[in-house]
Protein backbone atom coordinates (compact mmCIF):
# COMPACT_ATOMS: atom_id res chain seq x y z
CA UNK A 1 0.00 0.00 0.00
CA UNK A 2 1.44 3.48 -1.16
CA UNK A 3 1.05 6.76 0.92
CA UNK A 4 -0.32 9.80 -0.61
CA UNK A 5 2.23 12.21 -0.92
CA UNK A 6 -0.95 15.25 -0.59
CA UNK A 7 -2.79 14.61 2.18
CA UNK A 8 -0.83 11.21 3.46
CA UNK A 9 -3.64 8.57 3.94
CA UNK A 10 -2.97 5.17 2.57
CA UNK A 11 -3.98 4.41 -0.67
CA UNK A 12 -4.20 1.39 -3.76
CA UNK A 13 -3.20 1.80 -7.30
CA UNK A 14 -5.61 0.41 -10.20
CA UNK A 15 -4.44 0.09 -13.54
CA UNK A 16 -6.68 0.83 -16.05
CA UNK A 17 -6.51 -1.81 -18.80
CA UNK A 18 -8.30 0.71 -21.91
CA UNK A 19 -5.62 3.61 -21.20
CA UNK A 20 -2.98 1.86 -19.17
CA UNK A 21 -2.60 4.43 -16.93
CA UNK A 22 -2.28 3.93 -13.05
CA UNK A 23 -5.61 5.34 -11.03
CA UNK A 24 -5.28 5.96 -7.33
CA UNK A 25 -8.06 4.58 -5.65
CA UNK A 26 -9.19 5.06 -1.49
CA UNK A 27 -7.54 2.18 0.77
CA UNK A 28 -10.48 0.71 1.64
CA UNK A 29 -11.59 -0.55 -1.80
CA UNK A 30 -12.01 -3.53 -2.55
CA UNK A 31 -12.73 -4.27 -6.45
CA UNK A 32 -11.39 -7.26 -8.11
CA UNK A 33 -12.30 -8.21 -11.42
CA UNK A 34 -10.90 -11.48 -12.91
CA UNK A 35 -9.92 -10.67 -16.76
CA UNK A 36 -9.32 -6.81 -18.40
CA UNK A 37 -12.89 -6.98 -20.42
CA UNK A 38 -15.08 -7.58 -16.82
CA UNK A 39 -13.97 -3.82 -15.83
CA UNK A 40 -16.25 -1.52 -15.06
CA UNK A 41 -14.58 1.81 -14.83
CA UNK A 42 -17.61 4.15 -13.46
CA UNK A 43 -17.07 1.44 -10.43
CA UNK A 44 -13.33 2.13 -10.54
CA UNK A 45 -13.56 6.25 -10.44
CA UNK A 46 -16.39 6.07 -7.36
CA UNK A 47 -13.49 4.86 -5.09
CA UNK A 48 -10.85 7.61 -6.52
CA UNK A 49 -8.45 8.79 -4.07
CA UNK A 50 -9.70 12.32 -2.92
CA UNK A 51 -7.24 14.14 -2.18
CA UNK A 52 -6.05 17.96 -1.65
CA UNK A 53 -2.89 19.94 -1.26
CA UNK A 54 -1.64 19.64 2.14
CA UNK A 55 -2.20 23.72 3.59
CA UNK A 56 -1.34 25.60 6.93
CA UNK A 57 -4.01 26.53 9.45
CA UNK A 58 -4.58 30.51 8.68
CA UNK A 59 -5.71 30.62 11.93
CA UNK A 60 -2.46 31.08 13.69
CA UNK A 61 -1.36 27.42 14.57
CA UNK A 62 0.48 26.53 11.85
CA UNK A 63 -0.72 22.78 11.71
CA UNK A 64 -0.70 21.57 8.18
CA UNK A 65 -4.43 20.63 7.32
CA UNK A 66 -6.09 19.08 3.96
CA UNK A 67 -9.83 19.29 3.14
CA UNK A 68 -11.61 15.83 2.29
CA UNK A 69 -14.86 16.15 0.21
CA UNK A 70 -16.19 13.44 2.25
CA UNK A 71 -15.65 15.49 5.53
CA UNK A 72 -18.81 17.92 5.92
CA UNK A 73 -20.38 20.03 8.59
CA UNK A 74 -24.18 19.45 8.46
CA UNK A 75 -24.49 22.58 6.66
CA UNK A 76 -22.01 21.51 3.77
CA UNK A 77 -18.92 23.24 4.51
CA UNK A 78 -15.49 20.96 4.06
CA UNK A 79 -14.06 20.53 7.40
CA UNK A 80 -10.31 20.69 7.94
CA UNK A 81 -8.75 17.90 8.69
CA UNK A 82 -5.15 17.46 10.27
CA UNK A 83 -2.46 15.61 8.34
CA UNK A 84 -0.62 14.02 11.73
CA UNK A 85 -4.16 12.33 12.78
CA UNK A 86 -6.52 12.39 9.81
CA UNK A 87 -9.14 13.91 12.26
CA UNK A 88 -10.86 16.90 12.17
CA UNK A 89 -8.73 20.16 13.28
CA UNK A 90 -9.95 22.20 16.05
CA UNK A 91 -7.49 25.08 16.06
CA UNK A 92 -5.32 25.58 19.37
CA UNK A 93 -4.69 29.43 18.19
CA UNK A 94 -8.81 29.95 18.35
CA UNK A 95 -9.18 28.27 21.47
CA UNK A 96 -7.03 30.46 23.09
CA UNK A 97 -7.96 33.60 21.79
CA UNK A 98 -11.74 32.91 22.96
CA UNK A 99 -10.27 32.62 26.71
CA UNK A 100 -9.53 36.46 26.44
Known amino acids: MTICKNCGKPLKWFKDPVNEKWIPLEASC ?8 EVNIEEVHQWRHKC ?4 TCNKGCGT ?25 HTCSRREQQEDF
Open 52 to 55: AAIL
Open 30 to 37: NLEYESPE
Open 64 to 88: QIYFDPDNKSPSGKMIPMEVATHEN
